[in-house]
């Protein structure tokens, strides 16, 4: 018996399965033990630890599909359930349920509602957690093929297009802009003319090196209110959270940048590479000196924000931004490009990340013996695109090379055992 089919319209996604039927994940060490008891879970769920190979093995795998299996035996889904066991990839299995969820509750809606060959749909119409895996109806996906590339492509979804157009620049700039430049933008066409979405087609079109950022962060955003709308907490905040920044930081041999306390306890995952308790209002690789203007007005609250950004092949960096007044430190340095090597892009970040924890620990201490105010800004850049800068009470130097931060900071220190 389908447990599905006597349930109200419209309230698939929240429909708990009966005590004793969830499905229950362990803790790892990476994330802590969670229940599902909806379907809306499961794909939050594979969402979360799709990216994780190891943990999203242990319940998918060549010979088993516990995912499936529940579908199956609790909810009674044989086709849905038979659907996930043919592709079992994070992807697909989250847009299958996310399709399913859809076709249900559109099954359910009255007569009045649009008839089926009305194609258009608006994302603004559909539940802001699915956004991101919301399929176009059949006949209105994105198909093309690139020719130098040998590479044809179908994507239904805007992760799919994020992905797809990753995958391109990780290519190459060129196999990106043949479909993006300043001509034609077949990206942004598409966003625009089925899923109306014109704000997001036009940054799409304004910044084409950026558009991986752009569709993360209109996903995101709605995410992050509509958690905030329901009061909702966040899946991971704080310590979890942490754990799982720092998991990832381990696998790619990287140091962690120091966090004071206060910011740890709410710190958040907002995407991939994108972590801290402030959701970037632009992208940090580009963005950089509206974020360190933004500090020297006095314009942000304390936060804390870390992410991996570029354009291209080759200009990425890790980026780490700290606001504790009076202190501002931001760093973008390299990490992550193609012709970046990777134990020396490390090496730098340790100093950096060394060197930032002496400036919080001195800055921190004079505070507390009242040889600093909170009014006196000190801060520190160091950027692959803007000039560095140090500023603090007893001085300012600005236009030093990064291999001078050391150096700086030392002296930034020395300032502080002098009352002000």
């Known amino acids: 018996m389908k447990l599905l089919t006597p349930v109200e319209p419209k309230k698939w996604r929240n429909f708990q399965v009966p005590s004793g039927q969830e499905f229950v994940l362990h803790s790892t060490d990476n994330r802590p033990a ?6 809306g879970d499961l794909v939050e769920e594979i969402n979360l630890i799709g990216g994780d190979q190891e943990t999203f093995s242990i319940y998918v795998g060549p010979d088993h599909n516990f995912f499936a299996d529940w579908v199956e035996k609790v909810f009674g889904e044989m086709e849905l359930a038979a659907e996930l066991r043919r592709h079992p990839t994070p992807l697909r299995m989250r847009v299958a349920i996310a399709k399913f969820l859809w076709n249900a509750e559109s099954r359910a809606q009255p007569q009045t509602a649009p008839p089926p060959e009305d194609a258009t749909r608006l994302l ?22 690139d020719e130098e590339e040998k590479m044809d492509f179908v994507v239904h979804t805007l992760e799919e297009l994020s992905e797809v157009m990753s995958l391109l620049a990780r290519r190459s700039l060129a ?51 509509l958690a905030a709308h329901q009061h909702r907490k966040p899946l991971f905040v704080g310590a979890p959270a942490l754990a799982k920044v720092h998991r990832l930081f381990e696998q790619n041999n990287l140091p962690f940048p120091p966090i004071p306390s206060p910011l740890a306890e709410q710190f958040q995952i907002f995407g991939k590479w994108f972590f801290g308790t402030r959701l970037l209002p632009y992208a940090p690789y580009t963005g950089f000196e509206f974020f ?6 006095g314009q942000t609250p304390d ?49 950096s990340f060394e060197g930032a924890q002496r400036l919080i620990t001195a800055v921190s201490q004079a505070v507390e013996a009242g040889r600093l105010t909170c009014d006196t800004p000190v801060m520190l850049t160091v950027s692959l695109r803007a000039q560095n800068q140090a500023i603090w009470p007893m001085g300012a130097r600005s236009g030093f090379n990064t291999a001078d931060g050391e150096n700086i900071i030392e002296e930034m220190i020395s300032g502080y055992s002098h009352p002000l």
């Open 175 to 225: 196999a990106l802009t043949r479909h993006a430049n300043s001509q034609h933008n077949i990206f942004a066409d598409w966003v625009e003319t089925v899923f109306r979405e014109n704000r997001l087609a036009a940054k799409l079109r304004f910044e084409p090196m950026m558009m991986t950022f752009a569709i993360e962060r209109f996903l995101h955003v709605d995410a992050e209110l």
């Open 124 to 145: 603004a119409d559909v539940h802001p957690l699915d956004k991101r895996h919301f399929p176009v109806p059949s006949g209105q996906e994105l198909v093309f093929r």
């Open 292 to 297: 360190v203007q933004e500090f020297q007005q």
């Open 303 to 351: 936060y804390v924000a870390i992410a991996h950004d570029g354009q291209g092949v080759n200009s990425y960096a890790l980026h780490f931004f700290l606001v504790k007044a009076p202190l501002g430190i931001f760093y973008q340095l390299p990490w992550g490009g193609v012709y970046t090597d990777p134990e020396w892009a490390s090496a730098q970040l340790a100093r």
């Open 34 to 39: 969670r229940t599902l008891r909806t379907l």
